[in-house]
Every structure is written in structure tokens, then in C-alpha cells.
């Protein structure tokens, strides 16, 4: 009798065990919230190291060509115009601007990026380019384009190549030049290279003329990028204010 009273004394009530559970359950979700953070926040750094990679080769074109920065012309309307999505990366989905038909042996800026032979533009869409795949890379709930299938896209990287962008316009649009003239050639004289971003996350752009692209790649609350200068330094999570603000406390587009 008394050990049968000793095991019905060492087991869990039903009521214990959904303690026990509900304890754990909260746990986990006091948890989640910090491991989230933990894990965006790495991403963010390979982002950050990546950015600043792609900063470094730049210096090193830019030392190598004269003050140019890497630029890559196509035949639009009958004319050459510098397409800055081809500065560097893999071959796009994108079917516009040689986008999709440019791959990683065309665009310049690869050549200081990547250690080997890389795919002609003949050679496969897949041809993976690491340095400029960005691990926060979430695309934008639209691109801009009201064409079913290319209204939104998942990923800059696999949709133009990169998740990458060079600073060759402002937000006002396309034609207002910033690093890389219209046309082409040297980058003009630079005022500020502490404040200047030469390369960026294409979360900088979500606000070109004053649209929302929801591109919200480090959270859901504003809008952030990671930059690197032309001095050489790099800042992660750099808010990204809304409207057409080409200038900040901690970074300018114009030279």
C-alpha cells in the first residue's frame, strides 16, 4: 500500500501538465521575438560586409579608370544610354535594358569582385555572383512596371541581379544624374566623399518620385538601407525617410 501511494504521489495531475505546457509556451514566445531579432540583425551584418566589399572594388575601378565609375551602355530608343543596373551581379529576369540579356562577363564592376571566369552573356541565367546577393534581399511589393508577372518581385537579385545599386541618380528620377553622368563618364567632383553613398541596398530607392516601392527589407515599421561611402566607411540600417529626401544627416546623393 505504501508504494503504490509513493508512485500515484510522483506523477503529473492533467492541471500540472497544461502548466507546465502554457509555461513553455510563453517561453517560446517571449523568445521568438529576440531570436528573430538576433537572426536579422546577423543578416544585416553579412548585408553591411558585402556592401563594403563591393565599396572597395568600386575605389579600386574607380583608381583604374580615371575617376569612372563601372558603367555599362545598351541601346535604348536607338541610343546608348548607361544602364546603372549593369554596373554589376548576374544575369536578370528583368526583359528591359539588357537586364535579362547582360551577364555576369558583361558587367564591370565583376571582374574585381569575382576570383575566376565568370558566365558570358550567352552562357547561363543562373551563374550565381554571391558578392552582390543580399541575405535581407525581399524585393518590392512593386517595381513600377504594370505588367502582370513584373509588378512585384521577390528578390532584386534574381529580378536585375543585384541587390545591389549604384548611385547614379537622385530620386527626383532617372535623369537626374548623381555619380555616373548622363551619357557616361567621370564621376564629377565630389564636395563630401564621408557623406556620399557610392553603393547601396536598393531599399535606398523605395521612395524615388515620391512613390513607395515597400521595400522593407529590415522591418516592417520605415524603410532602411545599408550604404557604403566614398570614403570608404559603411553604416547599416540607415533610415530612409519618406518623400523625396536626397539629402540627410547621414548621407547625400548628390556630389
Given at each position: 500500500?505504501?508504494?503504490?501511494?509513493?508512485?500515484?504521489?510522483?506523477?503529473?495531475?492533467?492541471?500540472?501538465?497544461?502548466?507546465?505546457?502554457?509555461?513553455?509556451?510563453?517561453?517560446v514566445?517571449?523568445?521568438?521575438?529576440?531570436?528573430?531579432a538576433?537572426?536579422?540583425?546577423?543578416?544585416?551584418?553579412?548585408?553591411?560586409?558585402?556592401?563594403?566589399?563591393?565599396?572597395?572594388?568600386?575605389?579600386?575601378?574607380?583608381?583604374?579608370?580615371?575617376?569612372m565609375?563601372?558603367?555599362?551602355?545598351?541601346?535604348?530608343?536607338?541610343?546608348?544610354?548607361?544602364?546603372?543596373?549593369?554596373?554589376g551581379?548576374k544575369?536578370?529576369?528583368?526583359?528591359?535594358?539588357?537586364i535579362?540579356?547582360?551577364?555576369?562577363?558583361?558587367?564591370?564592376?565583376?571582374?574585381?569582385?569575382?576570383?575566376?571566369?565568370?558566365?558570358?552573356?550567352?552562357?547561363?541565367?543562373?551563374?550565381?555572383?554571391?558578392?552582390?546577393?543580399?541575405?535581407?534581399?525581399?524585393?518590392?511589393?512593386?517595381?513600377?512596371?504594370p505588367?502582370?508577372?513584373?509588378?512585384?518581385?521577390d528578390s532584386?537579385?534574381?529580378?536585375?541581379?543585384?541587390?545591389?545599386?549604384?548611385?547614379?541618380?537622385d530620386?527626383?528620377?532617372?535623369?537626374?544624374a548623381?555619380?555616373?553622368?548622363?551619357?557616361?563618364?567621370?564621376?564629377?567632383?565630389?564636395?563630401?566623399?564621408?557623406?556620399?553613398?557610392?553603393?547601396?541596398?536598393?531599399?535606398?530607392?523605395?521612395?524615388?518620385?515620391?512613390?513607395?516601392?515597400?521595400?522593407?527589407?529590415?522591418?516592417?515599421?520605415?524603410?532602411?538601407?545599408?550604404l557604403?561611402?566614398?570614403?570608404?566607411?559603411?553604416?547599416?540600417?540607415?533610415?530612409v525617410?519618406?518623400?523625396?529626401?536626397?539629402?540627410?544627416?547621414?548621407?547625400?546623393?548628390?556630389?
Amino acid at each position: 500500500m505504501r508504494s503504490e501511494q509513493t508512485n500515484a504521489r510522483g506523477g503529473f495531475t492533467l492541471i500540472e501538465l497544461l502548466v507546465v505546457i502554457a509555461v513553455i509556451a510563453l517561453l517560446v514566445g517571449l523568445m521568438l521575438p529576440a531570436l528573430g531579432a538576433t537572426r536579422l540583425n546577423a543578416r544585416s551584418t553579412v548585408c553591411l560586409s558585402r556592401v563594403q566589399q563591393l565599396g572597395v572594388g568600386v575605389a579600386a575601378y574607380l583608381n583604374d579608370f580615371d575617376r569612372m565609375l563601372p558603367q555599362r551602355t545598351w541601346d535604348v530608343g536607338g541610343q546608348q544610354a548607361v544602364i546603372g543596373s549593369l554596373f554589376g551581379g548576374k544575369k536578370g529576369q528583368l526583359p528591359f535594358y539588357g537586364i535579362n540579356q547582360v551577364g555576369a562577363e558583361g558587367r564591370p564592376l565583376n571582374r574585381y569582385m569575382f576570383a575566376g571566369p565568370v558566365s558570358p552573356d550567352d552562357g547561363p541565367d543562373n551563374f550565381p555572383m554571391p558578392p552582390f546577393a543580399s541575405p535581407v534581399d525581399r524585393g518590392a511589393t512593386t517595381t513600377g512596371l504594370p505588367i502582370p508577372g513584373l509588378d512585384r518581385t521577390d528578390s532584386f537579385y534574381d529580378f536585375i541581379g543585384s541587390s545591389y545599386t549604384l548611385n547614379d541618380h537622385d530620386l527626383r528620377g532617372d535623369e537626374y544624374a548623381t555619380l555616373v553622368p548622363q551619357g557616361g563618364g567621370r564621376m564629377p567632383y565630389v564636395t563630401q566623399p564621408s557623406r556620399t553613398w557610392v553603393i547601396g541596398t536598393h531599399t535606398i530607392y523605395n521612395f524615388q518620385q515620391g512613390g513607395d516601392r515597400g521595400s522593407r527589407w529590415f522591418g516592417k515599421s520605415k524603410v532602411e538601407a545599408n550604404l557604403s561611402f566614398l570614403d570608404g566607411h559603411a553604416k547599416m540600417r540607415v533610415t530612409v525617410p519618406p518623400g523625396i529626401v536626397n539629402e540627410t544627416s547621414d548621407y547625400v546623393f548628390g556630389p
